[in-house]
């Protein structure tokens, strides 16, 4: 058993459908715990870079659209982000999430009770979940500054903007 990180994300659906709460007392039941955590309104250029491994995918403008709340317009366009940690985190929270597909994913996970497909054939699944360490930490690197989660987990460096100290991902 080793201690990792990942990112969950409670997408614009899941806000939109107050299932925040719900959402957060399921991950609870993996006993893991928040060391990163804030409201984000999604850019462009951040959702572009979250699914950038499905760019040459037919459905990557619909992703794009959908993690930043363009499916629902206003007040819809955020996402609740958060950094978990424990052992095995990402397998423990990978079952308690379920399969990307909420058609595939067991009726008990957050996905199978709360996901669904779009005439669009756009997953509504409500929430992320890195899926392996190296996709934890691009993801981790992407949403959050070092200074916004509680415990050192990767690298950082000190550098100077504008004559004041900053600390950034190394």
């Given at each position: 058993?080793?201690?990792?990180?990942?990112?969950?994300?409670?997408?614009?659906?899941?806000?939109?459908?107050?299932?925040?709460?719900?959402?957060?007392?399921?991950?609870?039941?993996?006993?893991?715990?928040?060391?990163?955590?804030?409201?984000v309104r999604v850019s462009r250029e951040l959702a572009e870079a979250h699914y950038?491994?499905?760019?040459?995918?037919?459905?990557?403008?619909e992703l794009v659209d959908y993690i930043q709340g363009y499916i629902y317009g206003?007040?819809?366009?955020?996402?609740?982000?958060?950094?978990?940690?424990?052992?095995?985190?990402?397998?423990?929270?990978?079952?308690?999430?379920?399969?990307?597909?909420?058609?595939?994913?067991?009726?008990?996970?957050?996905?199978?009770?709360?996901?669904?497909?779009?005439?669009?054939?756009?997953?509504?699944?409500?929430?992320?979940?890195?899926?392996?360490?190296?996709?934890?930490?691009?993801?981790?690197?992407?949403?959050?500054?070092?200074?916004?989660?509680?415990?050192?987990?990767?690298?950082?460096?000190?550098?100077?903007?504008?004559?004041?100290?900053?600390?950034?991902?190394?």
């Amino acid at each position: 058993m080793t201690i990792e990180q990942l990112l969950i994300l409670i997408k614009p659906d899941g806000i939109k459908k107050s299932l925040t709460g719900n959402i957060l007392t399921k991950l609870s039941e993996a006993k893991m715990i928040i060391i990163g955590a804030k409201v984000v309104r999604v850019s462009r250029e951040l959702a572009e870079a979250h699914y950038c491994q499905l760019k040459d995918k037919s459905f990557f403008s619909e992703l794009v659209d959908y993690i930043q709340g363009y499916i629902y317009g206003e007040p819809w366009n955020r996402v609740l982000a958060f950094v978990y940690q424990g052992k095995d985190a990402i397998s423990k929270m990978r079952e308690i999430v379920g399969s990307t597909n909420p058609e595939e994913a067991d009726a008990l996970s957050i996905r199978g009770s709360y996901g669904r497909i779009t005439t669009k054939g756009v997953y509504e699944n409500v929430v992320h979940c890195s899926s392996d360490i190296s996709d934890a930490e691009r993801e981790i690197k992407l949403w959050f500054q070092p200074k916004e989660i509680i415990d050192s987990i990767y690298a950082t460096k000190k550098i100077l903007v504008n004559n004041e100290e900053k600390i950034i991902w190394a």
